[in-house]
């Protein structure tokens, strides 16, 4: 089991850091982990609130190396994603 961390990056130097992290399988699982966190956003931000579409989750190791940028989930056609 890895640790992962998952900072959400806004416009600009502003970060809300994770200083938890979670234990995870994979990457596949850390990126499924993130999908679940864009729900979050989203929901919260349904009908009020700045659009999140400039956001990212940065999903980083237990060094603060980011492993991948999981950008705003948008479908083939760059509309709004379904999130399950």
Same mark, same amino acid.
């Given at each position: ?15 809300? !850091?994770?200083?938890? +992290?979670?234990?995870?399988?994979? /990457?596949?699982? =850390?990126?499924?982990?993130?999908? $679940? ?7 919260? !931000?349904?009908?009020? +609130?700045?659009?999140?579409?400039? /956001?990212?989750? =940065?999903?980083?190791?237990?060094? $603060? ?17 379904? /999130?399950?």
């Amino acid at each position: 089991m890895c640790w992962y961390y998952f900072d959400v990056l806004h416009d600009g130097d502003d970060v809300t !850091r994770d200083h938890k +992290g979670t234990g995870l399988a994979d /990457l596949e699982a =850390a990126r499924a982990h993130a999908l $679940g966190i864009w729900r979050r956003i989203i929901e919260e !931000r349904a009908g009020s +609130g700045p659009d999140p579409q400039h /956001l990212n989750v =940065a999903i980083l190791d237990i060094h $603060g190396t980011v492993l991948a940028l999981v950008p705003y989930p948008t479908g083939p056609n760059g509309k709004e994603c379904a /999130l399950g």
